[in-house]
């Protein structure tokens, strides 16, 4: 009887955590046999992989966040790095957050039979970065990419690629829009906005602001049938909920858990949303949608003028080639911008314009064929050799 194949797998992103739970479900459905480990969030968790490390204080935004939490980096690499060893892992997939996995396949790869190391969605080097493939190549053994384009840049690194497609964009993004308006007793007449804070603290001390003065101008400015809808992403909600709840213009405002967020989406007119998985999931569902992002001005400046090469930072207009989803950036990101924005996605829907189909259609572009986890599950099978569990 063979030996089974162990896996452990790496996330510490709500998008990443996300996909590893599709990958380890995926996994499991190919080979019931496979023994998963892992460090994760709550995604991983529901679908029985206990984070081994706690991940909290790990999904950052920007150089000098992430130079304040260098030493709690450290110590949680070094920690994953020991329950990957202690598991007797044959591969470790590396899902998410460039600087935490880079190192921790370094310090594996300098350990005594160190396991196969799989990353798992490559870095946007078509946007940003190109040189980060030539590190890679060296820091592991075999990319898994989700997009069919940038695979030839990493096997030119001399990279082994496997294109296996993007599974956050075959997960169902709509639910029952009719039923959640009837819940949170929301006229079908009425106007209905959806404000996403992102998934990351950092995120919300840099973005909240702008996103609360947004939703006082749009309070102050649209008819009074216009309802704020907030689907709230767990890692951040409870800091939302604070911020809210200190500001009082903010009343009235529908505040949903992640567990509504389909059915909030399908009732959603427009949206405005932090830059990020959130508004590809927007694309897809069709609701115009204005997004923003904010640095710190070092961090943004170094994007801006050395690393950032893209004309634009929406994965869904970088495709298309043209700004589908309305995009303001830094100093851009105001209240009074981005209010007046969504203003004008509304103005269009209501003049017979609105760019929803555009945005489905180029959303749906990027997708796969509904198989990319399994794809993603049969190659790490493949590629993972089959370990004695330590005693």
Known sequence: MSKPRRIFLVAVEPSGDALGAD????????????QIAGVGGHRMASVGVESAVDISGLAIMGLLDGLKTYPDILRKVNATVEAAMAFGAGSVVLIDS???????????????????????????????????AQVLAKSVDHLLTIHAFDAPMFEAAG???????????????????????????????????????????????RIGPALRDAIAA?????????????????????????????????????????????????????ALAVSGTATTELALAGVPTVSTYKLGWLSYWIYRTILFKADYFSLVNIAAGEELILEYAQHECRGDILAGSVAALLDEISGGTSRGPRLRAA??????DGRSSARAAQAVLDLTPTRTAPA
């Open 23 to 34: 990958l380890i479900s995926a996994l499991r459905e190919t080979d019931p046999s496979v």
């Open 98 to 132: 460039w600087g935490f996995m880079i190192r921790v396949a370094q310090r594996l790869q300098k350990r005594e039979n160190p396991p196969l190391l799989i990353k798992y969605v490559g870095p946007q080097i078509w946007a940003a970065r190109p040189k980060r």
């Open 159 to 205: 990279l082994a690629t496997t294109f296996v497609g993007n599974p956050a964009l075959e997960r169902p993004v709509t639910g029952d829009g009719v039923s959640f308006r009837e819940r949170h007793h929301i006229p079908l007449a009425a106007t209905v906005v959806g404000v996403l804070f992102g998934s990351r603290p950092s995120e919300l001390r």
């Open 218 to 270: 749009l309070r102050a400015d649209l008819p009074d049938n216009t309802v704020i809808v907030s689907p709230l992403a767990p890692a951040i909600a409870d800091d939302v909920r604070a911020d809210l709840a200190a500001d009082p213009r903010m009343t009235d405002l529908i505040l949903v858990d992640e567990d509504e967020k389909r059915d909030a989406t399908s009732a959603m007119d427009a």
């Open 363 to 368: 959303a749906e572009a990027l997708k796969g």
